[in-house]
């Protein structure tokens, strides 16, 4: 059985090579460079850039290596599952069930699943994780299947931004959305609505935003002392580590997961972002 996921998961280089699971990378653009996610930037390198009055650009998975990795899924008559980054943020889900399709001219018993996640960075990361723990354990494909739409139906992500301008030039929520709150040091807090970014609340400062954050939480998760929560940052381990605090005081999670957010998310969300996810129902 093969598992298939691309770099928005922001999971790290080491996961997919140790867990064997196909990495397809977005790409990542700065001036005239142009940069594999994962295999060969580190979100860092963006951060900097962005920091620096540059503007990094993105685009999907390369359909060539889709095409190449599906058909020899096929060649070798294994099964397997493609967990995809929102359909609703990138063109990279219809992309690989397009190429899936033309796979499937050729090799009609290509047996491949492919999942839109309506997730995003650490989030859907979770459901990869859980695949593959999953697939380690000895559990069937349509099990793993299971398991994971379920995870992603019923997954919250949270997120605050420093400025929503770069969303919005990247097209990830509407320009109507947009606003800067720098000089105010007012914080936009989002969530995920069936695949989109929406902005629902603005706040003035990041007690006032962990604060909102961990109410929301209250409010929406559900058997939180039995959860894995995750939290992505932009190149701020602090901020991510004072909403950590409170969540394990609060809910005493099973654990508490941090990373910074991957090259392409972060050419869209900017530095100081913080993003946060749990469960609304575990089972």
């Not at 994971?148 to 919250?156: G, I, Q, W």
């Not at 919005?168 to 720098?182: C, D, E, N, P």
């Not at 995750?230 to 508490?256: M, T």
Request: charged share 25%.
């Amino acid at each position: 059985m093969r598992l298939f996921a691309d770099s928005a998961s922001d999971l790290p280089k080491d996961f997919f090579e140790n867990e064997n699971v196909v990495l397809f990378p977005l790409r990542v653009h700065i001036g005239d460079q142009d940069f594999e996610d994962i295999r060969g930037i580190q979100s860092i390198k963006v951060f900097d850039a962005i920091r620096a009055g540059s503007h990094p650009k993105t685009s999907q998975v390369s359909p060539e290596e889709m095409l190449t990795a599906f058909e020899q899924l096929a060649k070798d008559a294994d099964e397997g599952y493609y967990i995809a980054f929102s359909s609703e943020l990138s063109g990279t889900y219809s992309t690989a069930v397009m190429v899936a399709d033309q796979v499937r001219e050729e090799y009609p018993d290509l047996k491949l699943t492919i999942l839109d996640s309506k997730a995003a960075s650490l989030g859907y990361g979770l459901l990869v994780k859980e695949a593959a723990k999953l697939r380690a354990a000895g559990q069937p494909l349509d099990k793993i299947i299971e398991k994971t739409r379920f995870m992603a139906d019923h997954l919250e992500s949270l997120f605050t931004v420093e400025d929503l301008d770069y969303m919005a030039k990247g097209g990830r929520i509407s320009k109507g959305s947009a606003f800067v709150g720098g000089l105010l040091n007012i914080k936009p807090l989002l969530h995920v609505e069936e695949g989109k970014l929406v902005p629902i609340e603005k706040l003035r400062g990041r007690k006032k935003v962990i604060k909102r954050m961990i109410e929301l939480m209250k409010e929406r998760g559900n058997q939180l002392d039995q959860q894995t929560i995750a939290i992505s940052h932009g190149d701020d381990e602090e901020f991510a580590n004072a909403l950590k605090q409170e969540i394990e005081e609060n809910f005493h999670p099973q654990s508490v997961e941090i990373h910074m957010i991957g090259s392409v998310i972060a050419a869209h969300t900017g530095p100081g972002t913080l993003a946060l996810f749990f469960f609304n129902q575990i089972d």
